[in-house]
């Protein structure tokens, strides 16, 4: 046996009941008087800790040595010895708790180096977003700002929409902002006074089936005679409000259809539409066939649940989104996706999604609350409102392009200001109000709320203007006419309803 700390086999052993290790007296005793606590595990340890270790045959103690014989040399020669080697044990613990501690520091600045690069990154992307936003809303940002991102920006791969398709977005937004923003209402448009006498001037009531009773959306063509709807009864209808019948009951789809839109043609007859539905599909409908509408094209891009549809402002696109965090670009004439973008922030999933009118932006809101507006060509995320407590359930741009209309299902609406990038209104609605779609006006006057029933505000300050209740069931969409004298409201009750001044 060999004492732990000289390694030598020692004349007086001594056990440690606190390691269990064997030590040489002496060398022990220094040692706890020093450190108080046992060399091999640091336990607070004190002499009545050491059980001597009986050996035999035990030698009788020499006396002890003079300084003046060999034998005093050789005893101070045995304590000079005792001390380097506890000196020797001392240093490696003190070494091996300092590699130790540099290891630590070493990986501890190598992830601080890390998410710098990261935080940079993003930080880069959000300058750049910021830029693009406010170069789409026509204003501009200091130079003190942008210059830090170009001294230390990063190269960041982007998928790219097609060179054309990129030719063609830019077009429609420079033909579209010209003029729109400073664009003041025609004197005969209708008046907030005029609003207040709205009522119920006439309903389409029993559209779909009754077995699945509900209008889960709605939307006008641009001749206004036309409305499109789908069901709870996964059927799409278009219905001829001239000729007062359904011109077409569109079949296909598995499961409850959650959103249509109409392509928006102007100066057509019967104007392409497209359908999303809870079986992950969306379908693209063009007039002909047996029904008056056939499938062109049948579209599973999604993983998940397809929750909404926006046309892009050239009516040559559209995007869908759904509960699989993903949107994704499509041209209309191919029905093929020019572009899949999916949000790696966000895993809840889409809910609502629109286009801004100048079709450079492009707004989408999630189940857990968030409110995104991406850069559609570089596909990068320009702002993230976070301020809702609940799924958004619907977002309307204004038509100036500045204001965006947001509501959750914690019962508030709020409006941003898309320059200020900041909430610049809320509207409290009753607790138990479920809202379910949000429609501006042509020119940004008035801000109708659908839901639990319907609802006017005036868009500047949020003042109401008119309440309507004749619904039985919840309201799932809302449409303006162009000169706001008379506003559609569907929903689950299965009815259309038209209210305008009497």
Not at 253 to 273: C, L, M, P, S, Y
Not at 474 to 500: H, N, Q
Request: hydrophobic letters at 35%; aromatic letters at 6%; charged letters at 20%.
């Amino acid at each position: 046996m060999f004492c732990a700390i000289s390694g030598e086999a020692p004349e007086q052993p001594v056990v440690s009941i606190k390691s269990g290790n064997l030590f040489e007296r002496r060398l022990i005793e220094k040692y706890i008087t020093d450190h108080g606590k046992d060399p091999i595990n640091s336990e607070v340890m004190t002499v009545e800790d050491l059980i001597e270790v009986k050996s035999t045959p035990s030698s009788v103690k020499p006396r002890p040595p003079k300084l003046s014989s060999v034998p005093s040399i050789l005893s101070s020669l045995q304590n000079e010895w005792d001390s380097v080697m506890l000196e020797s044990f001392t240093l490696k613990q003190q070494y091996q708790q300092v590699r130790q501690e540099l290891s630590h520091a070493l990986y501890q600045n190598d992830a601080a180096t890390r998410v710098i690069a990261r935080l940079k990154k993003e930080r880069d992307s959000a300058r750049e977003a910021l830029a693009n936003v406010q170069a789409h809303l026509g204003t501009t940002i200091t130079t003190d700002a942008v210059a830090p991102a170009q001294e230390e920006s990063m190269e960041v791969d982007q998928p790219a929409l097609p060179e054309q398709v990129i030719n063609k977005l830019t077009e429609t937004s420079n033909t579209l902002s010209q003029g729109r923003r400073k664009r003041k209402p025609p004197t005969d448009y209708t008046s907030a006074e005029s609003i207040q006498t709205f009522s119920e001037t006439s309903t389409i009531p029993s559209m779909h089936t009754s077995r699945s009773p509900g209008i889960t959306a709605v939307d006008v063509d641009a001749s206004g005679h036309n409305i499109l709807t789908g069901g709870m009864d996964k059927h799409v209808q278009i219905y001829n409000k001239q000729d007062g019948k359904v011109v077409a009951n569109l079949t296909g789809h598995t499961k409850k259809v959650t959103a249509v839109k109409f392509r928006g043609q102007q100066n057509i007859e019967h104007d392409v539409a497209i359908s999303a539905s809870a079986d992950k599909h969306v379908r693209v409908w063009i007039p002909g066939g047996n029904k008056g509408y056939q499938v062109a094209h049948n579209i599973n891009a999604h993983a998940g649940e397809v929750s909404s549809l926006s046309v892009h402002p050239s009516n040559d696109y559209f995007v869908s989104a759904g509960l699989d965090s993903k949107w994704s670009f499509y041209d209309f004439e191919s029905g093929k996706s020019l572009m899949d973008t999916v949000d790696q922030e966000n895993q809840s999933g889409y809910s609502a999604i629109q286009f801004h009118p100048d079709g450079m932006l492009l707004g989408a809101g999630t189940v857990d609350g968030v409110v995104r507006i991406w850069d559609v060509k570089s596909q990068s995320v320009a702002a993230n409102f976070a301020d809702h407590a609940g799924q958004i359930q619907a977002l309307a741009f204004s038509e100036n392009g500045y204001i965006l209309a947001t509501a959750s299902k914690d019962n508030l609406v709020k409006l941003w200001d898309l320059r200020k990038l900041s909430n610049t209104k809320t509207f409290t609605l009753d607790e138990d109000y479920k809202v379910h779609s949000l429609a501006f006006d042509n020119y940004g006057q008035y801000l109708a709320v659908g839901g639990s029933d319907v609802r006017v505000l005036k868009a500047k300050d949020g003042s109401p203007l008119a309440t309507f209740t004749d619904n039985s069931a919840e309201i799932t969409g809302l449409k303006w006419s162009p000169m706001a004298d008379s506003l559609l409201a569907a929903g689950m009750d299965r009815t259309v309803r038209f209210y305008g001044a009497p």
